[in-house]
């Protein structure tokens, strides 16, 4: 089971301040082990990067708006 903490996210945070976002959503699907960091609602990408650490940036008009991180237990 992901011990779901913020120094778990840290490496994210500097990101998740520079987006200087009202709101924050965060979900974790426990059975697929994945983190969902969204910055902004509806979160609908049109762009993805798959970065080489496993985490997978969604995009939407060139700004990030969320984060999605497989295998999340394993970072």
């Keep these: 089971m992901a011990d779901i903490t913020v120094e778990r996210i840290i490496p994210f945070a500097h990101d998740l301040i520079d987006a200087s ?41 060139g700004e990030v708006i969320g984060y999605t991180i497989p295998s999340f237990s394993q970072h």
Aim: no cysteine.
């Design 21 to 61: 976002r009202e709101n924050l959503w965060i979900t974790y699907d426990r059975e697929a082990d994945v983190l969902y960091i969204s910055l902004r609602r509806p979160d609908v990408a049109d762009d993805t990067e798959y970065r080489d650490d496993g985490v997978i940036v969604r995009f939407r008009e």
